[in-house]
């Protein structure tokens, strides 16, 4: 079985930064694109960052030059490293990853999400 978990979250002050992580876990053979996803409450789940097996990355406009999305490949973890935060990224942030994996025959290929790490940014 395939899991994703995230870690990391919790309360900051306007302009700190926090790194958020997600492990994948089980039998797996690769991992393709790796991303972040937030919820805010009362809004649409809306993508932060991502980023391919090769390292190209994506971003939110929103978090240009603020965030950034890295990947440890050898132990199949995806970081989000969030500096100069405000008060508007308070959000659950979820852990999103395509991964290939099997046990018995495969290998076949799943869209995985974690449970997901509150991050609220406030004085």
């Known amino acids: 079985q395939v899991q994703l978990v995230e870690s990391g979250g919790g309360l900051v002050q306007p302009g700190g930064s926090l790194r958020l992580s997600c492990a994948a876990s089980g039998s797996i053979f690769s991992i393709n694109a790796m991303g972040w996803y937030r919820q805010a409450p009362g809004k649409e789940r809306e993508l932060v960052a991502s980023?391919?097996?090769?390292?190209?990355?994506n971003y939110a406009h929103s978090v240009k030059g603020r965030f950034a999305i890295s990947r440890d490949n050898a132990k199949n973890t995806v970081y989000l490293q969030m500096n100069s935060l405000k008060p508007e990224d308070t959000a659950v942030y979820y852990c999103n990853a395509e991964i290939v994996f099997g046990s018995r025959g495969g290998p076949y290929v799943g869209n995985y999400w974690g449970k997901g790490t509150l991050l609220t940014v406030s004085s």
């Open positions: 980023i391919t097996s090769g390292g190209t990355t």
